[in-house]
């Protein structure tokens, strides 16, 4: 086992990995720029290196600073979190040549998972659900159309090097796939380590699936069940949840073994995630896979009760999976509400300021994930999530009812949050149905960021 790691990211998933080293009995040290001094990680962490300015390029994105800080700590291993180096190839092979050990997937697999062209072709290979498209990067807008064009339409055009939701555009006619071809290709150039794209065909109306995996290093891959992460603003998730509404147990089974294959097919190491899209006719369709722990992750864990971050620095070590599939329970469900400083009412715009008040919901079945404390500033730099909610119960109507009343008792003052969003969507009947799909926020939600009930929701909806 490690003696020491570097916790290579902030917020709450440095809350998180401070305390799973902790568990283990390792020493965290904490990576943190300027802005973060006073964070609650740095405040629970054993140690703490500076790496830079507030700004993430010079900071929590700057492989240098954060090998001259492994070195610095001592550490043998570092954990990336999610964001920032997670996904950097880069890193993960320098690690490794430093003799660090890198607490993910080998730099080959993030490489591989990281080229979403590559990814797609690979799953192809192996047998997998692969949309209709392009079998490699499109030359210019010509050629976009003429696969769109033998597709049909509506398509999405893919920046092959993005993730977290830039560089797509959904084209639903010919007369606007040239410009939608240009502004991802910008995208890509700007932001990604290639502009190659790419189109598929879109699914409307689809849910969002992802299957939790984790490997270790002998050969051993278990699924540790599936997510519905379906209500998304811009292809950034809000809420997520364990099992899925959508999925029967025959469906279930599909999907464990895609997320299986999928693994076995870019030999996985670690925890990760592969994400599906499931249509209305129930087909599956494979999306993306995800090489690091998720935002989410805590829904998988309340469900299974396998903590996926000490199984992370487990598999890293060398350790093998304690346990097969056979092995797993899944018990009741779970549901995660992601609290942004963000603005509904305001074009959902990022806010800043100072936190003057800040009371958490407890209680039993309800666990709170967040970096947050009185007093604490939210600066403009980072992410905006400030907390996540998770809840369990028995089924998921009990799971429904705990997380209003851990809403209804959660106090959060100093800057705007999505809390009142999330208050009314639990009221919501599409979505207390489970009827939901990947157009609900944009369907349901006004400019002033309210959530219209208009009734109508399917027949099993109106009956619940």
């Known amino acids: 086992m490690f003696d020491t790691v570097?916790?290579?990211?902030?917020?709450?998933?440095?809350?998180?990995?401070?305390?799973a080293c902790h568990d283990l009995g390792i020493r965290a040290v904490v990576a943190h720029s300027t802005a973060d001094r006073d964070s609650l990680a740095v405040a629970l962490a054993d140690d703490a290196v500076c790496v830079g300015p507030a700004a993430a390029r010079h900071s929590y994105i700057n492989p240098s600073a954060m090998l001259?800080?492994?070195?610095?700590?001592?550490?043998?291993?570092?954990?990336?979190?999610?964001?920032?180096?997670?996904?950097?190839?880069?890193?993960?092979?320098?690690?490794?040549?430093?003799?660090?050990?890198?607490?993910?997937?080998?730099?080959a697999t993030i490489r591989l998972t990281g080229d979403k062209l590559a990814a797609r072709r690979c799953m192809a290979a192996a047998?997998?659900?692969?949309?209709?498209?392009?079998?490699?990067?499109?030359?210019?807008?010509?050629?976009?159309?003429?696969?769109a064009d033998e597709i049909g339409y509506p398509v999405i055009l893919k920046a092959a090097g993005?993730?977290?939701?830039?560089?797509?555009?959904?084209?639903?006619?010919?007369?606007?796939?040239?410009?939608?071809?240009?502004?991802?290709?910008?995208?890509?150039?700007?932001?990604?380590?290639?502009?190659?794209?790419f189109v598929e065909?879109?699914?409307?109306?689809?849910?969002?699936?992802?299957?939790?995996i984790l490997a270790d290093r002998?050969?051993?891959?278990?699924?540790?069940?599936?997510?519905?992460?379906?209500?998304?603003?811009?292809?950034?998730?809000?809420?997520?949840e364990s099992p899925s509404p959508a999925v029967d147990p025959q469906l279930r089974e599909r999907i464990f073994a895609i997320g299986l294959a999928a693994a076995r097919a870019v030999s996985y190491e670690c925890a990760g995630t592969v994400e599906l899209l499931l249509d209305r006719h129930g087909e599956l369709s494979f999306c993306e896979i995800n090489p690091r722990i998720q935002v989410e992750h805590t829904v998988t864990e309340q469900v299974t009760g396998i903590d996926l971050v000490t199984s992370m620095i487990r598999v890293a070590a060398g350790e093998p999976l304690p346990f097969r599939r056979d092995d797993i329970g899944f018990r009741g469900h779970a549901l995660q509400c992601r609290i942004n400083a963000e603005d509904p009412g305001r074009g959902w715009s990022v806010s800043t300021g100072r936190i003057t008040r800040f009371r958490p919901p407890s209680g039993p079945h309800v666990r709170v994930d967040t970096h947050l404390h009185d007093g604490c500033v939210i600066g403009p730099h980072y992410d905006s999530l400030l907390a996540k909610v998770i809840v369990?119960?028995?089924?998921?109507?009990?799971?429904?009812?705990?997380?209003?009343?851990?809403?209804?008792?959660?106090?959060?003052?100093?800057?705007?949050?999505?809390?009142?969003?999330?208050?009314?969507?639990?009221?919501?009947?599409?979505?207390?149905?489970?009827?939901?799909?990947?157009?609900?926020?944009?369907?349901?939600?006004?400019?002033?960021?309210?959530l219209r009930d208009t009734g109508d929701a399917s027949p099993r909806a109106a009956a619940a």
């Not at 065909?201 to 939790?212: D, K, L, S, T």
Request: proline letters at 2%; hydrophobic letters at 40%; one cysteine or more.
């Open 392 to 450: 369990t119960g028995a089924d998921r109507d009990e799971a429904l009812a705990r997380m209003r009343r851990a809403l209804r008792e959660f106090e959060l003052e100093g800057v705007a949050t999505t809390l009142g969003f999330h208050r009314e969507l639990l009221d919501h009947r599409t979505f207390c149905a489970g009827d939901h799909r990947l157009d609900f926020v944009e369907r349901y939600c006004d400019t002033e960021g309210h």
């Open 201 to 212: 065909r879109f699914v409307e109306h689809a849910r969002h699936i992802e299957v939790q």
């Open 127 to 147: 047998g997998l659900p692969v949309l209709a498209g392009s079998e490699g990067p499109l030359a210019d807008a010509i050629e976009a159309r003429a696969v």
């Open 68 to 107: 001259y800080a492994c070195a610095r700590a001592g550490a043998d291993a570092v954990h990336p979190g999610y964001g920032f180096l997670s996904e950097d190839a880069h890193f993960a092979r320098a690690c490794h040549d430093a003799g660090v050990a890198f607490i993910g997937p080998t730099a």
């Open 162 to 197: 993005g993730g977290g939701g830039r560089g797509i555009s959904v084209v639903h006619d010919p007369d606007t796939l040239a410009t939608a071809f240009r502004d991802v290709q910008h995208v890509a150039r700007r932001t990604c380590l290639t502009d190659d794209v």
């Open 218 to 240: 002998h050969g051993s891959v278990v699924s540790l069940g599936e997510r519905d992460c379906t209500i998304q603003r811009r292809r950034q998730k809000l809420v997520e």
């Open 6 to 19: 570097l916790v290579a990211n902030r917020g709450e998933i440095a809350v998180r990995v401070v305390r």
